[in-house]
Nanobody
Framework: QVQLVESGGGLVQPGGSLRLSCAAS????????MGWYRQAPGKERELVAI???????RYADSVKGRFTISRDNTKITVYLQGTTLKPEDTAVYYC??????????WGQGTQVTVSS
């Protein structure tokens, strides 16, 4: 069984920053692709950023230049650093992992609210 546990959400002022963490545990290998998705109220879940075990990254256009995804393969942990946050970044952020055999796992989600 695989668990993804996120941490680091909360209330952020516009222009502020955030750092989310997601630790994977259970029967999951360090070569899984990991990433972050988000879902705002009334909207579909969307990709924020993903990172392969080799460090290749992909970002949504809306966060390019403001968010950085990174990972620690020894801990099977993925991070999301965001700067210059905007109210439209408000959403529940979900950690995601996809294994080499294309099994997909999700975290429980962490709320990020950008508001003054």
């Amino acid at each position: 069984q695989v668990q993804l546990v996120e941490s680091g959400g909360g209330l952020v002022q516009p222009g502020g920053s955030l750092r989310l963490s997601c630790a994977a545990s259970g029967t999951i290998s360090s070569d899984s692709t990991m990433g972050w998705y988000r879902q705002a109220p009334g909207k579909e879940r969307e990709l924020v950023a993903i990172i392969t075990s080799g460090g290749t990254t992909r970002y949504a256009d809306s966060v390019k230049g403001r968010f950085t995804i990174s990972r620690d393969n020894t801990k099977i942990t993925v991070y999301l650093q965001g700067t210059t946050l905007k109210p439209e970044d408000t959403a529940v952020y979900y950690c995601n992992a996809v294994t080499r055999t294309y099994s997909v796992y999700w975290g429980q989600g962490t709320q990020v609210t950008v508001s003054s």
